[in-house]
């Protein structure tokens, strides 16, 4: 189930999407500026940030800005809801990092496919982004075949650090990653914050890049790290 976060002070609004979203089956969070939205994000990421511009403490702008500063903010897809209308208002939303502009008002629907969007967007790349590692690993091997293949060196990570690590470099995401692993998605991304921190790694990208850089391919199904 994909998380939302919905950042925007029109109390009236928030209310109305986070309905709307709730019943496509979205978990929704709401934050009423981007001081809040970015504590928030820090505590508990979501798949996808949805915000307003014109707030007050932060606006949108700054807070998307400093979403972008932080590790996993990076990557997060991000659409700005606004009343600012004008071609210049939604070049500088994109140029500060936002990857989609609604202009109030607005359809549901639209935002919906939006949403959508971006969400089959990072899959997309995720999966393109595993899929080029691997491939790259192939050919690697495949040059050197007659040298002597080093043993990747022990993670240095508990063992439930390591249960989350072969499930990251496959893309799981946090949710299925805690429905394979009966725990919650929270504590998956505590792990993983974990994982990034001990390897000295930005995101999640940077963690595949590195596991495959380093020997670390992901364990058959009747061969991971929990079975015999």
């Not at 359809?107 to 959508?116: F, G, T």
């Not at 971006?118 to 075949?145: N, Y």
């Amino acid at each position: 189930m994909k998380r939302i976060l919905i950042v925007d002070d029109d109390l009236t609004l928030r209310t109305a999407l986070t309905r709307y979203l709730q019943s496509r089956g979205y978990v929704v969070q709401e934050a009423r500026s981007g001081v809040e939205a970015l504590a928030l994000f820090e505590e508990d990421p979501t798949d996808v940030v949805v915000s307003d511009i014109v707030m007050p403490e932060m606006d949108g702008l700054e807070f998307c800005r400093r979403l972008r500063a932080t590790r996993l903010g990076q990557l997060v897809p991000f659409i700005f809801l606004s009343s600012r209308r004008e071609l210049s208002d939604r070049v500088e939303g994109h140029q500060i990092g936002a990857d989609d502009y609604l202009v109030k008002p607005f359809e549901l629907k639209e935002l919906a496919a939006k949403i959508e969007a971006q969400l089959e967007r990072s899959r997309r790349v995720h999966s393109e982004i595993v899929r080029l590692m691997q491939q790259s690993t192939v050919g690697d091997m495949s040059s050197s075949s007659s040298a002597v293949v080093e043993p990747a060196p022990p993670l240095p990570l508990t063992r439930a650090e390591e249960k989350v690590f072969w499930e990251v470099i496959q893309g799981y995401t946090n949710k299925q990653i805690g429905d394979r692993l009966f725990v919650s998605p929270r504590t998956v991304q505590t792990h993983l914050s974990n994982i990034l921190s001990k390897l000295d790694l930005e995101n999640r990208l940077q963690l595949i890049r590195y596991a495959y850089e380093h020997g670390y391919h992901p364990p058959d199904d009747n061969h991971s790290p929990d079975k015999p």
